[in-house]
Nanobody, 121 residues
């Protein structure tokens, strides 16, 4: 399985951005897809996750109400719609695949290459 993240860029505070994570290969219904982010000098942190076969979702408190994770099974793609962006959302965003419903990075064994999101005026 390979994951390809895209959609990052420069956006002003209060703006929106939609990230995509395209997966190659078969994704089993039990898979968990997640987004993490890593700001300079900080550890990688959990952002959001969803189960491939259900609408179950989980969000970090810092993004709840502003970010939405979704997936399109026909396109083998997971999305992260980000709204009301803040400068503190600036980071490299990574998508990941695992089998556990977990927020820890070590629960995920497949990672995309990351896409830079910069929120600045």
């Amino acid at each position: 399985v390979q994951l390809q993240a895209s959609g990052g860029g420069l956006v002003q505070p209060g703006g929106s951005l939609k990230l995509s994570c395209a997966a190659s290969g078969r994704i089993y219904s039990s898979a968990v897809m997640a987004w993490f982010r890593q700001a300079p000098g900080k550890e990688r942190e959990f952002v959001a996750l969803t189960r491939w076969s259900r609408d179950s979702t989980d969000y970090a408190d810092s993004v709840k109400g502003r970010f939405t994770i979704s997936r399109d099974s026909a396109k083998n793609t997971v999305y992260l719609q980000m709204s009301t962006l803040k400068p503190e959302d600036t980071a490299v965003y990574y998508c990941a695949r695992g089998i556990q419903w977990a927020r820890q990075t070590d629960a995920y064994n497949y990672w995309g290459q990351g896409t830079q999101v910069t929120v600045s005026s």
